[in-house]
């Protein structure tokens, strides 16, 4: 880590010059101090308030690993976070899979319309933080701790963060403690849960699978619209190369699937918007 960031500061120094280093120095600094007092006041506190259009609510902070989730999203991914509270409409189902803490689950669940939550987070840590905030917040949701694949099978996962929640654990299939995969179309015919109106992807480079495995939901034309972050494999996360695909794969699965698609980069990540065609 500390050789990145040198490499970065020295790349600053060569293409920008000695006043360009120290503006961003100061920037990262301030930055830094005012991270530190936020989480410093937030865990004192207990909660951290959000609010997204008409949509409001908090999340415990019981650790910095929970807070750095909270920061990242709410800073990073704002505007998908409104796209999603502006497409919710009354009587929907909302999927979140890769719900991580719960961010937003809870967005839709305190949404004005009355939207169904079914969260996806197969890591332990991660499902037990997200019950948590949806009991914070009086939130019921169908909560399920399985993974969505192609095929039936088993996952581990590897511990990247000391304090057990983490944004991008990584897959494993020789960790302890396995967690079932399961295809999405099984859990709707086979279990009675209510396919999704919007659906919302994040989960580390399965994108691919968890797609293959709700080809029948997705074909029938109920889900309107998907979000879907997609990591690149120049990423330091697990990419959807890492997984046997590509995003080219990714787009034309879509596509087939009569979605048009709205595609924003970030660095090394793809976020895909797609509505079904009119």
Not at 232 to 254: A, C, Q, V
Request: hydrophobic letters at 35%; aromatic letters at 8%.
């Amino acid at each position: 880590m500390a050789v990145e960031k040198l490499s970065k500061a020295l790349t600053i120094y060569d293409e920008n010059g000695f006043w360009q280093l120290v503006s961003r120095t100061y920037r990262h600094l301030r930055y830094l101090i005012r991270t530190h007092v936020l989480f410093r006041y937030y865990s004192l506190r207990g909660s951290w308030p959000v609010r997204i259009g008409d949509s409001s609510y908090s999340l415990t902070t019981p650790s910095t690993a929970e807070m750095t989730e909270i920061t990242y999203c709410t800073r990073n991914e704002a505007w998908i976070l409104d796209a999603i509270e502006d497409e919710l409409q009354s009587g929907d189902v909302f999927w979140d899979v890769g719900a991580n803490i719960g961010i937003y689950s809870l967005l839709a669940g305190t949404n004005s319309a009355d939207v169904s939550v079914v969260s996806f987070e197969p890591y332990p840590p991660n499902a037990a933080s997200l019950r948590r905030n949806l009991d914070y917040n009086d939130i019921s949701a169908t909560v399920v701790e399985k993974a969505l694949g192609d095929t039936r099978g088993t996952i581990g996962f590897d511990i990247t963060s000391e304090e057990g929640v983490d944004g991008s654990a990584a897959v494993d299939s020789g960790a302890e403690s396995p967690c079932e995969v399961v295809p999405g179309d099984s859990l709707v015919h086979d279990d009675g849960i209510a396919p999704p109106d919007v659906l919302k992807i994040d989960v580390e480079g399965a994108e691919l699978d968890v797609l293959d495995g709700l080809a029948e939901t997705l074909s029938s034309g109920n889900c309107r619209t998907i979000y879907c972050e997609v990591h690149l494999s120049s990423s330091d996360r697990p990419s959807i190369e890492d997984f046997g695909g590509s995003f080219d794969e990714l787009k034309r699965t879509l596509r087939t699937h009569g979605y048009e698609l709205s595609i924003t980069d970030r660095d090394n990540e793809k976020h895909v918007l797609a509505r079904r065609s009119q």
